[in-house]
């Protein structure tokens, strides 16, 4: 069974204090790994995809990464503005689908 | 631009009510998209249009119609709702075809649905 799994559920962190976000998945067929940030009562906002393992995307103080597993989203110093749940998502090859994970609620805290 | 846009912003219906959700996009793209979440919970898809056409249903009950009159509007049609269908009702659209390079999915900002 197709399925992406996120790790942390939440995650608190103090302004400046970096972290990493897990996202693992079993996606038979995958076709992108896809990270969206969403804010309270707001639609995701796309981030980034990833393709192939070994990638890596930047986008001010965010890196996602991807192995063959699992995908990482790091935060370097982070700021409260970036308080938000972080989904990823798997695309099945061939269809108009994503998997998504349950996604992790980041805090940070000045 | 990259906007997916949606109205109304919030919906109050009643069960017996027929109300519609509209959703637009001007970025060409093919593939157009409903979702439901619920609070702390992913978006759970509902209907996927490919070049305007019905391409997937995720077993959704009968009093959701979804409509795609050209590639750049999508409604979803409600009628005789019930209130554990209350929830933020998203659109998203993407280029288009499962084998597009570029299948990345831009979501409009929802229409928060209550049901009385």
Redesign the interface.
């Known amino acids: 069974e197709d399925q992406v799994t996120q790790s942390p559920e939440a995650l608190r962190l103090q302004e400046g204090e970096s972290s990493s976000l897990n996202c693992s998945y079993t996606v038979s067929g995958l076709?992108?790994l896809?990270w969206?940030r969403q804010d309270p009562?707001?639609?995701?906002?796309?981030l980034f995809?990833l393709y192939s393992a070994g990638e890596e995307k930047e986008k001010e103080r965010l890196k996602a990464t991807l192995t063959k597993k699992e995908s990482f989203l790091h935060i370097t110093a982070p700021k409260p503005e970036d308080s938000a749940t972080y989904?990823c998502?798997g695309?099945?090859?061939?269809?108009?689908?994503?998997i998504?994970?349950?996604?992790t609620?980041l805090a940070v805290h000045p | 631009d990259?906007e997916?846009t949606?109205t109304p912003k919030h919906l109050v219906m009643g069960m017996t009510n027929k109300k519609s959700l509209k959703c637009e996009q001007h970025m060409g793209h093919r593939?157009m998209?409903w979702y439901k979440q619920k609070a702390?919970?992913?978006?759970e898809?509902m209907f996927?249009y490919?070049y305007e056409k019905l391409?997937?249903n995720e077993s959704v009950p009968s009093r959701f119609s979804p409509e795609c009159p050209n590639s750049s509007l999508l409604n979803l049609h409600l009628h005789a709702l019930q209130p554990e269908d209350s929830a933020?009702y998203?659109c998203?659209s993407?280029q288009?075809?499962?084998?597009a390079d570029?299948?990345?999915?831009?979501?409009?900002?929802?229409t928060?649905l209550t049901v009385l």
């Open positions: 076709r992108g896809f969206y009562g707001k639609g995701p906002e796309f995809t989904l998502a695309g099945i090859f061939g269809y108009n689908k994503l998504f994970g349950a996604g609620r | 990259t997916v949606q593939a998209y702390k919970k992913p978006p898809l996927v490919s391409s997937i933020l998203l998203a993407s288009g075809g499962g084998l570029r299948n990345e999915q831009f979501f409009g900002p929802g928060r």
